[in-house]
């Protein structure tokens, strides 16, 4: 079935850094979402993405569905010690089921 | 979105019994989903609950172990039967806006099983 790459596994960035992390498939997706989720709490969707090339802001957060329809990034710009969690990218397959990727650990040094 | 309130928040629990968990939508939808989430990982589908039918499972899931009951188009629960250690998870409600895109979660249902 179809699998999504996430990488990396896990950051460890000082505050105020940018951070970039991304989604690659084998297969073709028609909609590319990422969440954040912090311990404790479920998934909280923060972009989606519904077109190929399609550049996609929310405050520091930035994503793009790449234009061969196989990736998606994100980007989170200044890093502030809230940003602190786990994301995730995720998409529909041909089923319209969600397909997750494994993850980014995102943690802020002192 | 949705706002989805899903009891009890967590549990500890003793091998061998069950756990129903609850989920509580804030307006009617047609489908909602069951995840878990083992911990460290990402999370898995456990099974699509239609109002009016039988819960459809995921390969590797089956109704004896987690019955679902879907009563009505904003409530749904998951119940974890005959659990042992490895039941030891975190179980979302999801719903979506359609087409599985855009799904909303409950802050989820964390069980430890002893």
């Known amino acids: 079935g179809q699998q999504l790459n996430q990488s990396p596994q896990s950051m460890f960035i000082q505050e105020g850094e940018d951070v970039s992390m991304n989604c690659t498939s084998s297969?073709?997706?028609?909609?590319w979402l990422w969440y954040k989720q912090e311990p404790g709490e479920g998934p909280v969707l923060l972009i989606a993405?519904?077109?190929a090339g399609e550049l996609t802001s929310n405050g520091r957060l930035t994503a793009q569905f790449g234009i061969t329809r196989k990736d998606s990034f994100l980007n989170i710009s200044a890093s502030i010690p809230s940003d602190v969690g786990i994301y995730f990218c995720?998409?529909?397959?041909?089923?319209?089921?969600?397909?997750w990727g494994a993850g980014t650990k995102l943690i802020i040094k002192p | 979105s949705a706002v989805i309130s899903q009891k009890p928040s967590r549990d500890i629990c003793q091998r061998g019994t069950s756990l129903t968990i609850q989920c509580q939508v804030d307006?009617?939808?047609?489908?909602m989903f069951w995840y878990r989430q083992q911990p460290g990982q990402s999370l898995t589908l456990i099974a699509t609950?239609?109002?009016?039918?039988?819960?459809?499972?995921e390969s590797g899931f089956v109704i004896d172990k987690f019955p679902i009951s879907r009563p009505n188009l904003t409530f749904s629960t998951l119940t974890v039967s005959n659990m042992s250690p490895e039941d030891s998870s975190i179980y979302l409600c999801?719903?979506?806006?359609?087409?599985?895109?855009?799904?909303?979660f409950g802050q989820g249902t964390r069980l430890t099983v002893v």
């Open positions: 999801s719903v979506d806006r359609g087409l599985n895109t855009e799904a909303f």
């Open positions: 307006s009617q939808v047609t489908m």
């Open positions: 609950a239609n109002q009016g039918s039988e819960a459809t499972y």
């Open positions: 297969s073709i997706f028609n909609t």
């Open positions: 993405l519904y077109k």
């Open positions: 995720a998409g529909p397959d041909s089923n319209y089921q969600l397909i």
